[in-house]
């Protein structure tokens, strides 16, 4: 009797440590990762655009178009349905042929800001403040609305910077486009509730003065763009290593032409990456 007591006493005691162990792992699990919002804030372009007469307009994109062109480097030429222009990571090595009326910066390196802007740009915005702040850009002209969400970057000598990188959210024609600049470190909550639903991205894909591959593709798989757009690589070899690793996931095209015209029905039905021709 005593031994089957001593048993029991055995038994009850173990069961505790399982229950214990058990509510020690639930309050040790961690956190959910951020996710993204399905909404974009402050879409404009949830109202109806308003109709341009043809007159007005060269006869390229319809209302609900927008055109993309990789320039080089981090470098796009945005153009809206009534040809607002917009050029990311504006710089003097890289320029589109055109005068854009909006010009995005920032400032990891030379070739993604310039201090002698073209004096006939509307409107300059650069994705940094001296006071060490962060950006709260949020301009809208003609059909075009400009918004930023800072990030930090590491410094010349490995420490951090903070709100030293923008990441600009351009909303035309009902689309959501997202440009994340010098990106050195995946997203907050608050930064992705900040973003909002992305429809197409362009991502820095060097994979080392950027984030790393393993971190871009934590945040290209967290905002969950259909359109990904690769930009920021040196080299064929950088692009292809790049490539090899997100065409285990997604669709990988690669276009003729360094431009393309999209719209919110052309969007593809899975997430894909398109390589536009440039470096």
């Known amino acids: 009797m005593a031994s089957l007591s001593l048993r029991r006493t055995a038994l009850a005691i173990i069961a505790v440590f399982a229950v214990v162990g ?10 959910a990762k951020p996710e993204m919002q399905a909404n974009c804030p402050g879409l404009i372009s949830q109202e109806r655009p308003r109709a341009v007469p043809a007159a007005f307009r060269l006869a390229v994109l319809k209302e ?9 480097h981090s470098t796009f030429l945005i153009e809206s349905p009534k040809l607002v222009r917009i050029a990311t990571d504006y710089n003097d090595y890289v320029k589109p042929a055109v005068l854009p009326d909006i010009v995005t910066m920032n400032h990891a390196h030379a070739t993604h800001y310039t201090d002698r802007p073209d004096p006939g740009i509307k409107y300059v915005l650069r994705g940094w403040r001296d006071d060490g702040k962060p950006t709260d850009y949020d301009l809208q002209y003609q059909d075009v609305r400009v918004r930023s969400v800072a990030t930090n ?6 420490g951090t910077q903070r709100h030293g990188n ?5 909303e035309i024609a009902n689309l959501c486009i997202a440009h994340l600049g010098h990106l050195h470190h995946t997203l907050t909550q608050q930064q992705l509730n900040e973003i909002g639903r992305i429809d197409v991205v362009m991502v820095p894909v060097d994979g080392s003065y950027t984030l790393d591959i393993d971190g871009m593709i934590e945040v290209l798989t967290t905002l969950k763009a ?3 757009i690769p930009m920021h690589y040196f080299s064929s070899y950088t692009l292809d290593r790049f490539l090899a690793r997100v065409g285990k996931t997604w669709d990988v095209e690669t276009a003729e032409v360094p431009s393309v015209v999209i719209s919110k029905t052309s969007l593809p039905a ?7 021709p440039g470096h």
Do not use: C, H, N
């Not at 058990?22 to 956190?31: E, F, G, N, Y």
């Not at 609900?64 to 080089?72: A, K, L, P, Q, T």
């Not at 923008?166 to 351009?170: G, L, M, N, P």
């Open 226 to 228: 259909p359109l990904m």
């Open 153 to 158: 970057i590491r410094d010349w000598s490995g």
């Open 22 to 31: 058990i509510a020690r792992a639930q309050s040790t699990a961690p956190d």
């Open 270 to 276: 899975k997430p894909k990456l398109l390589v536009l």
């Open 64 to 72: 609900d178009e927008v055109r993309i062109s990789y320039v080089g």
């Open 166 to 170: 923008s990441i600009f959210i351009f």
